[in-house]
């Protein structure tokens, strides 16, 4: 990695490698990953960083230490931060803005899952783009075991991820999913084995970053388009479309394609 920097005194990660990968890590393992408010509230600038800053074509998403992908909310803080209907509107104001940013991420977001994978955590990995994870990752949303309603727009990503039945028996029941479960309904792209997966989750992103990013852009807001039904959104990823006819890398795909060679692609 060529570039790092770090939100919220280290709990949020963010580097970015010369190939256009860039990384973002909820750090925390001590507490297997899970969020503090600070760092709900950092998501959204770590993914400016990278995407604005770094300009990076992808983002793998990931938690620290090897063992948990995140854990979710720190419970610990809700005595104070989430008290009562007041005080949880401005909490999940924060988680939102997280979820936000990974979903509407202009470039393509990778979850890669190890480990626990709960609550807000699962959030976050459902508004990824992508997700793949190896044998040990286990996924809950544990908010009925709370007493609290998880938030309406993480609902939406966990349907899309889930499908209809199995976001219904998450939220309904708490009971966990095993990776394998999480294959079978179609969340997870790929399973792979403990000590592939981070290999295989740079191999996708690598296959990502060499191909056209504005291709890429236009395809990511087509499918949020149809996803969503929004006239505006699919107004959006049609312009998107239309400006890659006139862009330098579809000259370059073209030469590329004719002298038998890889194209070199820049964004332009």
């Known amino acids: 990695m060529d570039v790092n920097i770090s939100f919220a005194n280290g709990g949020i990660g963010a580097a970015a490698n010369e190939s256009g990968v860039g990384f973002l890590t909820v750090s925390r393992p001590e507490k297997r990953n899970a969020l503090t408010d600070a760092m709900w509230r950092s998501v959204p600038d770590a993914i400016n960083w990278l995407v604005v800053e770094q300009h990076v074509r992808v983002v793998i998403l990931s938690g620290a230490g090897g063992r948990d992908f995140s854990a979710g909310a720190d419970i610990g803080e809700f005595a104070t ?3 009562d ?3 949880a509107r ?4 924060g988680n939102s803005a997280a979820f936000a940013a990974v979903r509407n991420c202009p470039v393509p977001v990778i979850a890669s899952v190890r480990g626990i994978c709960f609550g ?4 976050l990995a459902a508004a990824a783009d992508l997700r793949l994870a190896d044998h040990t990752a286990r996924f809950a949303i544990p908010a009925a075991r709370l007493g ?3 938030p309406l727009d993480a609902v939406q990503d966990l349907v899309r991820a889930l499908g209809d039945q199995e976001a219904r028996r998450a939220l309904y029941s708490t009971a966990e999913l095993s990776a394998a479960q999480a294959l079978a309904c179609g969340c997870l792209l790929k399973l792979s084995e403990p000590n592939q997966l981070d290999s295989d989750a740079l191999d996708l992103a690598a296959s990502i970053a060499g191909a056209a990013p504005l291709s890429v852009r236009a395809s990511k807001a087509a499918i949020a388009a149809v996803q969503s039904n929004y006239e505006e959104d699919y107004k959006r990823a049609a312009g998107l479309a239309a400006s890659t006819f006139d862009s330098a890398d579809y000259a370059e795909g073209r030469r ?3 002298e038998k060679r890889k194209p070199a692609f820049n964004g332009r």
């Open 81 to 83: 931060l989430r008290k």
């Open 85 to 87: 209907a007041t005080t």
């Open 90 to 93: 401005d909490y999940e104001a």
């Open 120 to 123: 807000g955590g699962f959030g």
């Open 148 to 150: 609290l309603a998880y």
């Open 256 to 258: 590329a394609f004719m």
